[in-house]
């Protein structure tokens, strides 16, 4: 079992920059890969970037792509997404998420733990 708790949402104007963190506590959690989504309301849970198990592989989704960047740190189990340059689009629930395995996957159904989710509101 992995518990995660997000923290380091907020709001922040347009061309701000935020990082949000999640820290990750249970037996496999160095292990995992690792992943952060986001979801407005009406939508779906929409895939923001990845990181696998040990930090090599990082999946990053093309609307973020050049602005977001993901990064662990094992000693910590922790995991960030540093956010800048952000746009009002970008406002939204952020979610971080473990999976049972080591691939850093783009699909929330290959997850298996999540976080509570942080807000993230960014204004115009």
């Known amino acids: 079992q992995v518990q995660l708790i997000e923290s380091g949402g907020g709001l922040v104007q347009a061309g701000g920059s935020l990082r949000l963190s999640c820290a990750a506590s249970g037996r496999t959690s160095s292990s995992a890969a690792m992943g952060w989504f986001r979801q407005t309301q009406g939508k779906e849970r929409e895939f923001v970037a990845a990181i696998d198990w040990n930090g090599g592989i990082k999946n990053i989704a093309d609307s973020v792509k050049g602005r977001f960047s993901i990064s662990r740190d094992n000693a910590k189990n922790t995991v960030y997404l540093q956010m800048n340059s952000l746009k009002p689009g970008d406002t939204a629930v952020y979610y971080c998420?473990?999976?049972?395995?080591?691939?850093?996957?783009?699909?929330?159904?290959?997850?298996?733990?999540w976080g509570q989710g942080t807000q993230v509101t960014v204004s115009s």
């Open positions: 998420a473990a999976r049972n395995g080591k691939a850093a996957l783009t699909a929330s159904e290959r997850y298996d733990y």
